[in-house]
Structure formats: structure tokens, C-alpha cells
């Protein structure tokens, strides 16, 4: 069974002897940021994941138990991330909406989307 070991290298991530090799890109960002490698401790696991790394993938690494605890945990995470790419991908079609108009219809004046609330169904309509 792979494990996370004390300290993270370079090395470790791309000629791993217990698990697949982390992404090339992954490990040019990590090298650039820890050049000699990281000790593992909260405080680099929370700056591997603001600097861009995919520190999910080391979730393949930690013992069943724990693993466990962490994916149970994931599945609300997950659902709150899914909640708001809706609403964003919802908000970019109207947003793509009003610049194919713009290119089509050059003249048209730009309206600007609101929401309309009726019988339990949101809608999304564009008004002058």
C-alpha cells in the first residue's frame, strides 16, 4: 500500500517506487515553488493547494481509513462546487447571449438580465 511519505521531493513525485507519477506539469509547479522539496504539514499542504497543485490526488496515498474520512467529506464539498459552476455557467450563457446579439444585431441596445420570480419557477429574462 503507497503512503504519503514525511517529505515530499521532486524525486518522490516523479520516479515514485509504490504509486503513479504525479502530472508533469504538477511537478515543474512544485519544483518551482519547493526546489528542495517540502516537509508534509498543514501549513504546506494548505500552500500546495493555493499555489495550483492538485492536492486531491494525494488522497490515493492515505491509508483506507482516512481516505474514507476525506471522501465523505468531499461528497458536500462537491456538491456546493456543483451548485455554484451552475450558476456561473447560467450567468456566462446570458452573458454570451447579449455578445452574440452584439454581433448579429450591432445596433441593438444592450439589456441587461434579470431574474423574474413566478409560480416556483425562477426565470431569467432580459429587460431594457
Known amino acids: 500500500m503507497p503512503k504519503l511519505p514525511d517529505r515530499i521531493t521532486r524525486e518522490w ?11 508533469k506539469d504538477q511537478v515543474e509547479l512544485f519544483a518551482a515553488h519547493w526546489p528542495d522539496g517540502v516537509n508534509l504539514t498543514p501549513e504546506s499542504l494548505r500552500e500546495a493547494a493555493r499555489i495550483g497543485l492538485d492536492v486531491i490526488w ?8 482516512q481516505a474514507l474520512r476525506v471522501q465523505s467529506q468531499d461528497k458536500a464539498l462537491w456538491a ?13 450563457q446570458i452573458q454570451e447571449a447579449e ?28 429587460s431594457p
Not at 81 to 89: D, E, N, R, S, Y
Request: some cysteine; glycine content about 4%; aromatic content about 4%.
Open 13 to 23: 513525485l516523479e520516479h515514485p517506487s509504490e504509486h503513479e507519477p504525479a502530472c
Open 58 to 65: 494525494l488522497t490515493r496515498l492515505l491509508p483506507p481509513h
Open 80 to 92: 456546493s462546487v456543483g451548485a455554484q459552476v451552475k450558476a456561473l455557467w447560467a450567468s456566462f
Open 99 to 126: 455578445i452574440m446579439i452584439k454581433a448579429l444585431w450591432p445596433d441593438e441596445e444592450r439589456h441587461e438580465p434579470t431574474t423574474q420570480m413566478g409560480a416556483g419557477t425562477d426565470t431569467t429574462s432580459l
